[in-house]
């Protein structure tokens, strides 16, 4: 079974500008989350999608969206992009269960850089 | 807000000694945490998991010991190998469970495993 795509793998981009990054979850997974990882951060939660409507969403600007297709493939968009966006952003796809055990499969991450 | 910490960024260890990794939480609502290992240019794996209702679990040479009273949780790697070498990110769930990735992660620590 294939993992999880990210496209693309590197971005460079400039200030002002906006990105779209990509997101082919595991077969069968319906649940999407992406996350941003920077030094001394860790991975922070963007957002969360689930059969095209987003179920949760952590504590970044408005700048940051998604969405979600009908095959479960994903997009993150950043608008207005800012120096401090550069990061490495990361997808993770499951399957959707009521249990805490339940795994998390992340993809390879798109290293965006903003100049 | 940082709930979930790891305050040591760095590790580094002999080969054949114990490894020891270091995550502090400080919301009480978590009940289900997990390790992760990360290579460069990789996305994170699932490494080993505890319940809050148990204060141990062991798999191989990966054993994590919770101690809830503390809000501490610790990944011991015995004997460690260099091949160990990665970053390891702490994380925390809480309920309800199957709103997907709603995972809270730690800062990482890197663990360098010298031959």
């Known amino acids: 079974k294939a993992g999880v795509t990210q496209t693309p793998r590197y971005l460079i981009k400039t200030r002002g500008q906006q990105v779209t990054l990509s997101c082919s979850p595991i077969?069968?997974?319906?649940?999407v989350s992406w996350y941003q990882q920077t030094p001394g951060q860790g991975l922070q939660f963007l957002f969360e999608y689930f059969s095209e409507t987003q179920r949760n969403k952590g504590n970044f600007p408005g700048r940051f969206s998604g969405r979600q297709f009908s095959n479960s493939r994903s997009e993150m968009n950043v608008s207005t992009l800012e120096l401090g966006d550069s990061a490495l952003y990361l997808c993770?796809?499951?399957?959707?269960?009521?249990?805490?055990?339940?795994?998390?499969?992340f993809g390879p991450g798109t290293r965006l850089t903003v100049t | 807000d940082q709930q979930v910490k790891q305050n040591s960024p760095s590790l580094s260890v002999q080969e054949g000694r114990i490894s020891i990794l270091n995550c502090d939480y400080t919301?009480?609502?978590?009940?289900?945490f997990l390790w992760y290992k990360k290579y460069p240019a990789e996305g994170p794996t699932f490494l080993i998991s505890i319940s809050s209702i148990k204060d141990k679990n062991e798999d191989g040479r990966f054993t994590v010991f919770l101690n809830k009273s503390a809000k501490h949780l610790s990944l011991h790697i015995v004997p460690s190998q260099p091949g160990d070498s990665a970053v390891y990110f702490c994380?925390?769930?809480?309920?309800?469970?199957?709103?997907?990735?709603?995972?809270?992660f730690g800062q990482g620590t890197e663990l360098s495993v010298k031959p």
């Open positions: 994380a925390a769930r809480r309920k309800p469970y199957n709103q997907g990735g709603k995972l809270i």
């Open positions: 993770a796809s499951s399957l959707e269960q009521d249990r805490p055990s339940y795994e998390q499969y």
């Open positions: 919301n009480s609502m978590f009940d289900y």
């Open positions: 077969s069968g997974h319906r649940s």
